[in-house]
T-cell receptor
Framework: GQQVMQIPQYQHVQEGEDFTTYCNSSTTLSNIQWYKQRPGGHPVFLIQ?????EVKKQKRLTFQFGEAKKNSSLHITATQTTDVGTYFCAGSPGNQFYFGTGTSLTVIP | SQTIHQWPATLVQPVGSPLSLECTVE??????LYWYRQAAGRGLQLLFYSVGIGQISSEVPQNLSASRPQDRQFILSSKKLLLSDSGFYLC????????????FGPGTRLTVT
């Protein structure tokens, strides 16, 4: 079945340091989405990538979709305490999305 | 604007009891609807998705079932809860074409005792 893995599972960083989470799929994806879930909250959509090799930026966040459309990454530059939460990728081969295992980010002030 | 409602917010049920969680969406028509379960500190597991009234696809065999009696209503049910059914249940919707960006409800935290 469809599997989407994320690494690392947990990451603690000092405020101001960079952070990266990686997402890998066992199969080729038509697109990939990224979500953020604050502690105690529900996932909130961040961005969608569709094209092979696509790179998108949102302020300090940079999202990449691999050339083979089987992996993706999210990089945060100069983390802030507001970045705390769990980041999920979600890959789609069709109507349904398969969420990655998530990376829980803790930012130490 | 679109809104998604889920209730109840929290629920404590004994093993063997039935379950019914409801999700409704406002402000959109013919959405795709999804039920996910999230165990404590874990990722989201897709349980069911629906592309239309009465059309339900199950992703994981379990003692749960889903129904979509109306276009914007999605119900998650169980006849007899197990301890392993505890978790955070999230309903989500998306449009049926284009980005498929998912919008999540506030969730129901279920504890089976």
């Amino acid at each position: 079945g469809q599997q989407v893995m994320q690494i690392p599972q947990y990451q603690h960083v000092q405020e101001g340091e960079d952070f990266t989470t990686y997402c890998n799929s066992s199969t080729t994806l038509s697109n990939i989405q990224w979500y953020k879930q604050r502690p105690g909250g529900h996932p909130v959509f961040l961005i969608q990538l569709v094209k092979s090799g696509e790179v998108k930026k949102q302020k300090r966040l940079t999202f990449q979709f691999g050339e083979a459309k089987k992996n993706s990454s999210l990089h945060i530059t100069a983390t802030q305490t507001t970045d705390v939460g769990t980041y999920f990728c979600a890959g789609s081969p069709g109507n349904q999305f398969y969420f990655g295992t998530g990376t829980s980010l803790t930012v130490i002030p | 604007s679109q809104t998604i409602h889920q209730w109840p917010a929290t629920l404590v049920q004994p093993v063997g009891s039935p379950l019914s969680l409801e999700c409704t969406v406002e402000g959109t028509s013919n959405p795709n609807l999804y039920w996910y379960r999230q165990a404590a500190g874990r990722g989201l597991q897709l349980l069911f998705y629906s592309v239309g009234i009465g059309q339900i696809s199950s992703e994981v065999p379990q003692n749960l079932s889903a129904s979509r009696p109306q276009d914007r209503q999605f119900i998650l049910s169980s006849k007899k809860l197990l301890l392993s059914d505890s978790g955070f249940y999230l309903c989500a919707w998306s449009v049926t074409s284009g980005s498929y960006e998912q919008y999540f409800g506030p969730g129901t935290r279920l504890t089976v005792t």
